[in-house]
C-alpha cells in the first residue's frame, strides 16, 4: 500500500515541523516575558564613581562651584575637572530635576533660579572661569539655602564642589538654613602636590634707601605643603 505509506510519511513530517513551530513560538513568549520583567525591575550596573549617590527621583539641587584662587592649581586643570563634575551631576540629577548653579566668591549666579533646562545650566557651567579671589562658602550657602526653601519637592540638595581647602570653609555651618537640605562635598584632587604657599601678611612704609618717596615692603610667606620649597614672590603695583 503505497498511498497508505505516503501518507503516513507526510503526517511525520508535518507533525516534526509542526512541533519545530511550537518549540520556536515557546522561546519567543519565555524571551518576551524575560525582557518584560527585566523592564519592570529596572536593574542598573554600578560603575566606579567619585561623585555622591544621588536620588532617581525628581529633586531640586543647587551646585556651587569653587572659583577661588587655590582652583587654578595645574594652569587651571583643577577647576576644568570641577567644571567637569559638575556636568556628570547635571546628567546624573536628569530633566526632571530643578537645578540652579551658584560661583563661590560671586553667589549671586550664574543661574540663580531654579530651572529644568538642563542645556542653560551646562552652558552656563562652560562658561565658568577661575578667578584670582579668596572667598569662603558662607555666603553661596546661604545663598543656596534660600533658592531652595521655594521649592516644593522633597529630596533638595547642596553640591560643593572644591579643593575642599580648610581656608574655604566657614568655621560653623548655618545649619538652621540647610535643615532637609542634604550637603554634599564633592571633591576635585590635582594630579601633583599643589604649591600651597601663602602670603600671610604684607606691609609697607617709608624707606631710607636713595629715591624719590622709597618705600619698604616686608612680606611674610608661609608654606602650608608637606614639604619644604623655594617660593617666588612677583609684586605687582597699579
Not at 2 to 27: E, G, H, P, W, Y
Not at 223 to 235: G, Y
Amino acid at each position: 500500500f503505497a498511498a497508505l505509506d505516503f501518507v503516513l510519511r507526510s503526517n511525520k513530517r508535518l507533525a516534526r515541523n509542526l512541533r519545530l513551530r511550537q518549540l520556536l513560538l515557546l522561546a519567543l513568549r519565555m524571551l518576551l516575558m524575560a525582557g518584560l520583567a527585566v523592564m519592570l525591575a529596572r536593574p542598573f550596573f554600578e560603575v566606579p564613581s567619585d561623585l555622591p549617590a544621588v536620588s532617581s527621583r525628581a529633586q531640586s539641587a543647587v551646585l556651587i562651584l569653587d572659583d577661588t584662587l587655590s582652583m587654578s592649581h595645574g594652569d587651571g586643570a583643577l577647576f576644568r575637572q570641577a567644571r567637569r563634575k559638575a556636568l556628570d551631576l547635571v546628567d546624573m540629577l536628569g530633566a526632571a530635576s530643578d537645578l540652579a548653579v551658584l560661583r563661590v566668591t560671586d553667589p549671586s549666579g550664574p543661574v540663580a533660579e531654579l530651572t529644568r533646562d538642563t542645556r542653560q545650566v551646562k552652558t552656563a557651567i562652560g562658561r565658568l572661569e577661575v578667578t584670582a579671589r579668596h572667598a569662603t562658602v558662607d555666603k553661596a550657602l546661604l545663598t543656596a539655602a534660600n533658592i531652595l526653601a521655594k521649592s516644593t519637592e522633597q529630596e533638595r540638595g547642596i553640591f560643593v564642589i572644591s579643593d575642599q581647602a580648610a581656608h574655604g570653609w566657614p568655621t560653623r555651618l548655618p545649619t538652621a538654613l540647610l535643615t532637609g537640605v542634604h550637603l554634599h562635598r564633592v571633591e576635585v584632587r590635582p594630579t601633583s602636590e599643589p604649591i600651597n604657599g601663602a602670603v600671610v601678611r604684607l606691609s609697607a612704609r617709608a624707606s631710607t634707601a636713595p629715591g624719590v618717596r622709597a618705600t619698604r615692603i616686608t612680606a611674610r610667606v608661609c608654606n602650608h605643603a608637606a614639604r619644604a620649597r623655594k617660593l617666588q614672590l612677583t609684586l605687582k603695583m597699579e
